[in-house]
């Protein structure tokens, strides 16, 4: 069986495949193709990758190619993981946002709009592609705004096209181990959008333990949710995804964002440029270990300052650099799976038919009250050798609903505009964020960001 992951030159690739590995023999899995526009960079992280594969004494092969059309031709899965505009990309996102007093954040908001209009016409290309040279294979899109971009596919009539967010399953990952039980063994009930997603439920040996575990002070300061007051958080009475902190907490997180040296963008940037620097000097097929150790520490220290901003005991960037220049801390490789576990575990249960449960970003079809059957959702399904089934969930508080409609609101906006090119129905999109809603920032935006981004979206009318 061959996988093949579209970006495969990404920093993460290596845990990916990792992950991948670990997994091999269920899979059946032979081949790992890494695929990347960016050959220097593929080059590298293809290295370290091909490196794990050998520490590892696997037979799988792990193989590199820029051309879309080898990589996909024999798939029997294919993740995306691209990011069209590059790290600099992400950057001009984030800034051109806070310049107009909204929020710069990645995926949420302007700074989403603007990374869906450069990803949706990448995906819906290499879809084009796997439709013509391997129909049959199953597409976990991971690409951001991840959910935005799985409406675009549904929308452009793809099958077999599911949107994965590690985020999605935060609930069980977390309340896991205080259990003592795996994550498989949990049944979550989740229901939203892509970063706008609640658990309503967490069903353990027939008991809801979720209501018992949000009245833990240890687990509301000890996980995810510590970026949320107690009082928010037992008043909603849900486990909180923690990409919802930009709305209920929308002027606090500018503010602190506006406050920042620099943004996660231009840290990630510098943090990437630092590690491939090393990396060339180091050459993974010389040194593997030394260039491993680097990477794992790279890994280590990314993910120190993730939504710093956001916990009052987190270190700001700065204060991580002194400490992980000052130690050698590594990260461990078996350390989390994030989305390749998820999609690791959706091509299992596809391939065994032995059922898993997980959250993803698929056609609503009557499994949430309220919204459209063809609205991408973020919500619980059963995976199985017959394809991926959304669980019932049925009606939902007021609150997440509204606000659920709204972000879809914007969502088929935004897809429909990308599909026309046009100005107007961006500016309509952005006006219906939450997080913009006025027309004079919005057209402002719009104008900005498709100039900032020429190359990649094109003219639009």
């Given at each position: 069986?061959?996988?093949?992951?579209?970006?495969?030159?990404?920093?993460?690739?290596?845990?990916f495949v990792a992950s991948a590995l670990r997994r091999a023999t269920a899979l059946g899995l032979d081949e790992i193709c890494l695929m990347d526009t960016d050959g220097p960079k593929l080059a590298l992280t293809g290295a370290l990758a091909q490196g794990v594969a050998?520490?590892?004494?696997?037979?799988?092969?792990?193989?590199?190619?820029?051309?879309?059309?080898?990589?996909?031709?024999?798939?029997s899965f294919v993740v995306t993981t691209i990011r069209v505009g590059g790290d600099e990309g992400r950057v001009l996102d984030e800034r051109i946002a806070l310049r107009h007093g909204v929020l710069g954040q990645e995926t949420t908001g302007p700074g989403g709009f603007?990374?869906?209009?450069?990803?949706?016409?990448?995906?819906?290309?290499?879809?084009?592609?796997?439709?013509?040279?391997?129909?049959?294979?199953?597409?976990?899109?991971?690409?951001?705004?991840?959910?935005?971009?799985?409406?675009?596919?549904?929308?452009?009539?793809?099958?077999?096209?599911?949107?994965?967010?590690?985020?999605?399953?935060?609930?069980?990952?977390?309340?896991?181990?205080?259990?003592?039980?795996?994550?498989?063994?949990?049944?979550?009930?989740?229901?939203?959008?892509?970063?706008?997603?609640?658990?309503?439920?967490?069903?353990?040996?027939?008991?809801?333990?979720?209501?018992?575990?949000?009245?833990?002070?240890?687990?509301?300061?000890?996980?995810?949710?510590?970026?949320?007051?107690?009082?928010?958080?037992?008043?909603?009475?849900?486990?909180?995804?923690?990409?919802?902190?930009?709305?209920?907490?929308?002027?606090?997180?500018?503010?602190?964002?506006?406050?920042?040296?620099?943004?996660?963008?231009?840290?990630?940037?510098?943090?990437?440029?630092?590690?491939?620097?090393?990396?060339?000097?180091?050459?993974?097929?010389?040194?593997?270990?030394?260039?491993?150790?680097?990477?794992?520490?790279?890994?280590?220290?990314?993910?120190?300052?993730?939504?710093?901003?956001?916990?009052?005991?987190?270190?700001?960037?700065?204060?991580?650099?002194?400490?992980?220049?000052?130690?050698?801390?590594?990260?461990?490789?078996?350390?989390?799976?994030?989305?390749?576990?998820?999609?690791?575990?959706?091509?299992?249960?596809?391939?065994?038919?032995?059922?898993?449960?997980?959250?993803?970003?698929?056609?609503?079809?009557?499994?949430?009250?309220?919204?459209?059957?063809?609205?991408?959702?973020?919500?619980?399904?059963?995976?199985?050798?017959?394809?991926?089934?959304?669980?019932?969930?049925?009606?939902?508080?007021?609150?997440?609903?509204?606000?659920?409609?709204?972000?879809?609101?914007?969502?088929?906006?935004?897809?429909?505009?990308?599909?026309?090119?046009?100005?107007?129905?961006?500016?309509?999109?952005?006006?219906?964020?939450?997080?913009?809603?006025?027309?004079?920032?919005?057209?402002?935006?719009?104008?900005?960001?498709?100039?900032?981004?020429?190359?990649?979206?094109?003219?639009?009318?």
């Amino acid at each position: 069986m061959k996988l093949t992951v579209i970006g495969g030159g990404g920093v993460r690739a290596p845990l990916f495949v990792a992950s991948a590995l670990r997994r091999a023999t269920a899979l059946g899995l032979d081949e790992i193709c890494l695929m990347d526009t960016d050959g220097p960079k593929l080059a590298l992280t293809g290295a370290l990758a091909q490196g794990v594969a050998r520490k590892a004494g696997s037979p799988v092969r792990v193989t590199t190619t820029t051309d879309a059309r080898q990589a996909l031709d024999g798939a029997s899965f294919v993740v995306t993981t691209i990011r069209v505009g590059g790290d600099e990309g992400r950057v001009l996102d984030e800034r051109i946002a806070l310049r107009h007093g909204v929020l710069g954040q990645e995926t949420t908001g302007p700074g989403g709009f603007a990374m869906a209009l450069r990803s949706i016409p990448a995906i819906l290309g290499y879809a084009r592609l796997r439709d013509e040279l391997c129909p049959d294979a199953w597409m976990f899109n991971f690409t951001n705004p991840a959910g935005l971009v799985a409406q675009a596919l549904h929308d452009a009539g793809y099958a077999r096209a599911v949107g994965i967010c590690d985020s999605a399953n935060g609930a069980q990952e977390a309340i896991a181990p205080r259990l003592g039980c795996a994550a498989s063994d949990l049944r979550p009930e989740v229901f939203g959008l892509n970063h706008l997603s609640w658990t309503r439920r967490v069903m353990y040996q027939g008991e809801d333990v979720l209501p018992r575990l949000l009245a833990d002070p240890d687990v509301l300061r000890e996980t995810r949710l510590n970026i949320f007051e107690p009082a928010l958080v037992r008043h909603l009475g849900m486990w909180l995804n923690e990409y919802l902190y930009y709305f209920y907490y929308a002027e606090q997180a500018v503010a602190a964002i506006s406050a920042e040296e620099r943004t996660r963008g231009e840290e990630v940037l510098m943090l990437n440029r630092d590690l491939l620097a090393q990396l060339r000097q180091l050459d993974p097929a010389r040194d593997l270990d030394a260039a491993l150790a680097v990477y794992y520490r790279y890994e280590r220290r990314r993910s120190s300052t993730y939504m710093h901003y956001a916990q009052q005991d987190a270190p700001t960037p700065e204060e991580a650099d002194a400490l992980f220049n000052a130690t050698f801390l590594q990260a461990d490789p078996h350390e989390g799976e994030g989305y390749a576990g998820v999609a690791l575990g959706i091509m299992a249960a596809l391939t065994s038919g032995e059922p898993h449960y997980t959250a993803l970003n698929v056609p609503n079809n009557g499994a949430i009250a309220g919204m459209a059957p063809d609205d991408v959702v973020e919500v619980s399904c059963v995976v199985d050798g017959d394809g991926v089934h959304p669980l019932p969930i049925g009606a939902i508080p007021d609150g997440p609903a509204l606000l659920m409609q709204v972000i879809k609101r914007y969502e088929r906006l935004t897809v429909r505009a990308v599909a026309e090119r046009s100005r107007a129905l961006a500016v309509d999109a952005l006006m219906a964020h939450p997080l913009v809603l006025s027309y004079s920032r919005a057209h402002v935006l719009v104008d900005e960001y498709l100039a900032a981004h020429a190359p990649y979206v094109g003219e639009w009318a």
